[in-house]
């Protein structure tokens, strides 16, 4: 998990346009997944929520790993989508890293733990797929360090291989072990804004601070 996971349910904001039936499966299944988890929704609960014969689905996906697969491709494709919009409203790496942060704030709410649970599963099913999209985000995260330096919003003295690299391990092992302690329903978003609020202020110099202050005062006066 890292800033990408701020547009997993974008879709469920998406005005509708005309859509095959492939289309329509993935958009269905996926917001199914993200409501309940990906382990419990059958392929039979997947056909009655779309109103569709399972034969339909199975024309146009093999199995149910073969959909979850495509699902989790189409919902990057989202990801990537918002992360563009956000890239260009903002003025600098450090308000697009917050526009960012709060994005996934709001759309954490709306998602059941149990999909990022699943989501750790699923992902040692397409590790290809996964370990290839790990390498894009890795890339794209240090050209954003890199630019923050630029700027003089995050500080120079900072190693953006091993930042990018670090952020993404810490993630990965820190919301395993934090969360199978922490039992409240909301205990992911908790754990999410700690972590990812905490990277951010630390890796800001005084100017980026200014930055992130300015937008959380901002953004609490809107709530």
Known sequence: MSFISFAISLFQNQKTMSKD???????????????????SITMDE???????????????FDDKKTLVYECLKYMDSLIDQKYGEIKGGSNNIMEQL??????????????NPKFFEDLRLVSTETDDYFHEKQ?????RRKEELEQGIAEGVIRPDLDTTIMSVMFDSEMSIMFKKVMEQMKADNAFLKVHHVMVLTFIRGIATPKGMEIIDKFTT??????
Do not use: P
């Open 46 to 60: 997947i056909a009655e929520h779309l109103g569709m014969s399972k034969r339909t689905i199975y024309e146009h």
């Open 21 to 39: 039936a492939k289309q329509r499966i993935l958009e269905g299944a996926s917001s199914l997944f993200i409501k309940e988890g990906i382990k």
């Open 135 to 139: 390498k894009i985000r890795l890339q």
């Open 218 to 223: 901002e953004e609490k006066q809107k709530d």
């Open 98 to 111: 917050m526009m960012v942060f709060r994005a996934s704030e709001n759309d954490i709410k709306n998602v």
